[in-house]
């Protein structure tokens, strides 16, 4: 089971990214999707979740209305759009699988990537 990250980079404030991570070794569609972050010296935090088939999303209130979640089943990958980025938005970025719901809770969560690193400058 592989989740490859990419996509951060040093960002100005109001700016945008676009994050990817792209799934194998398991069967992608049959799970949901999470986005978490960890910012330095802080602990982990869920940002989105994406439902199986991407028709039902969840959001974070700090990201909401500003990060968009999506899923390309296809393309066994999953996308984090963020816009009107915020220094507080600096942190490692990573997705996760979670074979049996939507899940907001990192617990839940069966399958980890490695991360991508976004850092905002003020």
């Known amino acids: 089971v592989q989740l490859q990250a990419s996509g951060g980079g040093l960002v100005q404030a109001g700016g945008s990214l676009r994050l990817s991570c792209a799934a194998s070794g398991f069967t992608f569609s049959r799970y949901a999707m999470g986005w978490f972050r960890q910012a330095p010296g802080k602990e982990r935090e869920f940002v989105a979740a994406?439902?199986?088939?991407?028709?039902?999303?969840f959001y974070s209130d700090s990201v909401k209305g500003r990060f968009t979640i999506s899923r390309d089943n296809a393309k066994n990958t999953v996308y984090l759009q963020m816009n009107t980025l915020k220094p507080e938005d600096t942190a490692v970025y990573c997705c996760a699988g979670d074979r049996d719901s939507t899940s907001t809770a990192a617990y839940w969560y069966d399958y980890w990537g490695q991360g991508t690193l976004v850092t905002v400058s003020s």
């Open positions: 994406i439902s199986r088939g991407g028709s039902n999303t």
